[in-house]
């Protein structure tokens, strides 16, 4: 099993979507026994908060539905962690500090998989869930394709099962 934590800063907007859209992402390809989906936040502010009423919306509008609640990174999690995708360079550093940088070989900024790099736009200052949303999918459906590509020993399990 590959175990994904997705991250943003208050864990109720950009990694809540990530989480439930690469939570679809994998079940529509017969996956989702394969993997361990969650996510958290870099700070303790939203600690206990449901999705972010317009991130829930621009999901439902998808036919992504599904509930969560905000909690904060720690250290632990990110050790255990295959993968931490994070949604921008601040968030990228803030779990780097949080590790004191030793698991730097699994932390990955989300849209660096995809064919044009960025941070994914913060729809919290932005007001844009619409783009948040494009750019979590084209994250998303790029690391996908990394896993396929990189770990196909490992997703077996789906059709054992």
Known sequence: MISVIFVCLGNICRSPMAELIFKKMTAERG??????ITSRGTSDEEEGNGIYPPAKKMLREHGIVGEHTARQLTKREVINADYVLVMDSSNLFDVLRLTGGACSDKVYK????????????????????????????DG????????????AD????????
């Open 31 to 36: 996956l989702a026994l394969s993997f361990d």
């Open 140 to 151: 998303c459906e790029g690391f996908l394709n990394y896993i396929l590509s990189a770990h």
């Open 110 to 137: 989300l849209c660096s998989f995809t064919s044009r790099p960025r941070d994914v736009a913060d729809p919290w200052f932005t007001r844009d869930f619409s783009r948040a949303y494009a750019d979590i999918c």
């Open 154 to 161: 490992m997703l077996g399990y789906d059709s054992r099962h």
